[in-house]
């Protein structure tokens, strides 16, 4: 096998989850990028070149996080990055005192509990690397500093992702593995819109998160590699 770091990034077919693939690449990690569509993440892939594996991944799926699980361990033995970057429902079309619950629940799935089981499934594949680091890209708007009434779905699931990052990182500082959320700012992605910075400057914020070296912060939340409010 391989000494190269191994990094699992979810979402990586578009946006910043391949602008992620791209830059770890280049780094010299072996990424495996996954996607819901098997397709646009083979596609993907090919795009980047390198040491780059698609694979098909729902992140909501409990049978898919263990399969992927069952691949890591079979193809590398170890996890040395996660970089839970899937996402949904950017809602700007409602308001929390009206919002369709049933949405708000559909985006948790995603956006929560899609990156919790997918850390419980892998943790012992990083509790196997010598630098594991997990990485929780989030939002602005998932601060309660300056949250307002629009995108509830959204915003709400940010907040509780952000949650999950604090107890993750004391959770795990005794294993050495290093959790922080990201912000990547508004970028010109298809969920973002036009007018948002380029999106190899909101990926970079989570390379660096990916590649901290030991002794680095812990249950931070950054934008740019700079602290911001929860």
């Not at 729902?58 to 040395?80: C, F, K, P, Q, W």
């Not at 809602?91 to 799935?109: F, I, K, N």
């Not at 850390?119 to 929780?136: E, G, H, K, T």
């Not at 309660?144 to 509780?160: F, R």
Request: hydrophobic residues 45%; contains cysteine.
């Amino acid at each position: 096998m391989s000494d190269a770091p191994v990094a699992v990034v979810t979402g990586g077919n578009r946006g910043i989850g391949l602008e992620t693939c791209r830059q770890l690449a280049a780094l010299g990690h072996q990424v495996v990028l996954t996607s819901r569509d098997a397709a646009k993440g083979r596609a993907a892939a090919r795009r980047i070149g390198g040491e780059v594996e698609a694979y098909e991944l729902d992140v909501t799926s409990v049978a898919g996080a263990e399969a992927l699980a069952g691949h890591l361990t079979a193809r590398y033995g170890r996890l040395d990055v996660l970089v839970n970057n899937a996402a949904i429902n950017y809602d700007t079309w409602q308001r929390v005192s009206g919002a369709d619950l049933v949405q708000v629940r559909q985006t948790a799935e995603t956006n929560v509990y899609g990156p919790w089981q997918l850390v419980q499934a892998l943790l012992p594949l990083l509790r196997a690397s010598r630098q594991a680091r997990i990485v929780n890209v989030s939002s602005g708007g998932g601060a309660i500093d300056g949250m307002g009434a629009g995108t509830p779905a959204y915003s709400i699931t940010k907040l509780a992702l952000n949650g999950l990052t604090l107890m993750l990182a004391a959770d795990l500082r005794q294993d050495g593995i290093l959790v922080n959320a990201v912000c990547p700012g508004w970028v010109a992605t298809d969920m973002g819109g036009s007018g948002g910075r380029p999106v190899a400057d909101g990926a970079a914020g989570v390379v660096w998160a990916a590649t901290l070296p030991q002794g680095g912060p812990t249950g931070g939340f950054f934008r740019d590699r700079r602290r911001i409010s929860w």
